[in-house]
């Protein structure tokens, strides 16, 4: 099985194979240069026999992937949505097919991967939160800007700061750029590390801490609360959805 995880900005993959994930892979993508990337990503793949993906985006950008696979391999693209109840998870939502995919996802790969209660953080374009309880509840969970957010926010409603940014996380900042850069990433991480007490608040007090997404390593470092890294939950969670692990 091919798993596909297409965000606001990335679109992220990997091979399934006896159960065990493999290939992974990311590339920065727009609705119109999707197929040439498909093309890049997948051209040294062997043929799936199936492929399970999430989309964040608009349907538009999903349906993309679907007639890529479609005409590439003769093979149909299966989305993954949210739901009610599921491989050992219930969702929190009184309408949850409004729950993003990629977060079912994770919560799923979260359930199948460790035992007992656990606060779930994804750091892509915007940065999730989500509790889930010992016994595969969804408590629920809370949405906040990522650093690219932060810093589009800041360069799009203001004259003086300048669209292009630094790496320094340096907050005695001697230019503006470095200025937004550092700015932005410890905003992300406080608000990651405020949050996760909060939503711990509801949970056990030996819960685990979970932390996955593009921008995770680039936060972890900055974060007083301690969190165990899984990079590809997302796609973990779509293997399980998709039947190719157990």
Same mark, same amino acid.
């Given at each position: 099985?091919?798993?596909?995880?297409?965000?606001?900005?990335?679109?992220?993959?990997?091979?399934?194979?006896?159960?065990?994930?493999?290939?992974?892979?990311?590339?920065?993508?727009?609705?119109?240069?999707?197929?040439?990337?498909?093309?890049?990503?997948?051209?040294?793949?062997?043929?799936?026999?199936?492929?399970?993906?999430?989309?964040?985006?608009?349907?538009?950008?999903?349906?993309?992937?679907?007639?890529?696979?479609?005409?590439?391999?003769?093979? @149909? $693209?299966?989305?993954?949505?949210?739901?009610?109840? *599921?491989?050992?998870?219930?969702? +929190?939502? &009184? !309408?949850?097919? /409004?729950?993003?995919?990629?977060?079912?996802?994770?919560?799923?790969?979260?359930?199948?991967?460790?035992?007992?209660?656990?606060?779930?953080?994804?750091?892509?374009?915007?940065?999730?939160?989500?509790?889930?309880?010992?016994?595969?509840?969804?408590?629920?969970?809370?949405?906040?800007?990522?650093?690219?957010?932060?810093?589009?926010?800041?360069?799009?409603?203001?004259?003086?700061?300048?669209?292009?940014?630094?790496?320094?996380?340096?907050?005695?900042?001697?230019?503006?750029?470095?200025?937004?850069?550092?700015?932005?990433?410890?905003?992300?991480? @406080? $608000?990651?590390?405020?949050?996760?007490?909060?939503? *711990?608040?509801?949970?056990?007090? +030996?819960? &685990? !801490?979970?932390? /996955?997404?593009?921008?995770?390593?680039?936060?972890?470092?900055?974060?007083?609360?301690?969190?165990?890294?899984?990079?590809?939950?997302?796609?973990?969670?779509?293997?399980?959805?998709?039947?190719?692990?157990?």
């Amino acid at each position: 099985m091919l798993v596909v995880d297409i965000g606001n900005s990335r679109i992220k993959w990997a091979s399934v194979t006896a159960g065990v994930l493999s290939g992974q892979g990311a590339a920065d993508y727009q609705d119109e240069t999707l197929p040439a990337e498909l093309d890049a990503a997948f051209k040294l793949l062997h043929q799936p026999t199936a492929i399970a993906y999430c989309s964040v985006g608009a349907s538009a950008t999903g349906k993309i992937l679907e007639r890529w696979a479609s005409e590439r391999w003769g093979i @149909a $693209a299966v989305r993954v949505r949210a739901a009610a109840e *599921g491989f050992g998870v219930r969702c +929190a939502y &009184a !309408r949850p097919e /409004t729950l993003g995919a990629d977060r079912w996802a994770a919560l799923v790969a979260c359930r199948h991967k460790h035992d007992g209660a656990a606060v779930v953080v994804d750091c892509g374009t915007a940065i999730t939160l989500d509790a889930i309880s010992e016994g595969g509840e969804h408590l629920g969970g809370v949405i906040v800007p990522g650093v690219t957010l932060m810093r589009r926010a800041l360069t799009t409603h203001t004259d003086q700061i300048p669209a292009h940014h630094s790496r320094s996380r340096e907050v005695l900042a001697k230019s503006t750029a470095d200025g937004v850069a550092a700015g932005t990433l410890y905003a992300a991480a @406080a $608000a990651i590390d405020r949050l996760s007490q909060e939503l *711990g608040a509801f949970l056990p007090r +030996a819960s &685990a !801490r979970i932390l /996955t997404g593009g921008a995770a390593d680039l936060l972890r470092p900055l974060m007083a609360t301690e969190f165990k890294t899984e990079p590809h939950l997302v796609l973990y969670g779509l293997a399980v959805i998709g039947g190719a692990i157990e």
